[in-house]
């Protein structure tokens, strides 16, 4: 078993939906969460003050997944998350961790059943 974590634009979320829905991931948990990376935040203007903003808004998501689910998994947090064919700075990362138990609350199932 894996947690799949990945920082992705809020504009891609529902791309990113969409994909994880095409290879049958249908649980996954959403966090609105900021960042500073190397998109390095942005200036605005506000009341007349200009000032600089360094956390960008971005959205995390949290997925426990099988083994034989983690590349699918990956690949289309990839597709639906990359803004055009190349993609561009700030359009997120994943991280891949291993996930040593889950519990379902209700029946108390425990391992991949849980999930």
């Known amino acids: ?19 994880l829905t095409e290879v ?4 996954l948990t959403v966090m609105d969460v900021q960042g500073f990376g190397r998109q390095k935040g942005h200036t605005e203007v506000y009341r007349g003050h200009e000032f600089t903003v ?30 055009g064919e190349t993609g561009n700075i700030g359009d997120g990362k994943i991280f891949v961790l291993p996930l040593e138990d889950c519990i379902r609350i209700r029946t108390g199932e425990r391992g991949k059943e849980a999930i």
Not at 3 to 17: D, T
Not at 66 to 82: H, L, M, Q, S
Request: proline share 4%; charged share 25%.
């Open 1 to 19: 078993m894996k947690l799949i974590i990945a920082i992705i634009q809020p504009s891609r979320l529902e791309a990113v939906k969409a994909a």
């Open 24 to 27: 049958e991931v249908f649980r």
């Open 54 to 83: 360094n956390l960008l808004r971005k959205v995390q998501l949290q997925i426990a997944v099988n083994d034989d689910f983690v590349e699918p998994t990956v690949n289309a947090i990839i597709k639906g998350g990359r803004s």
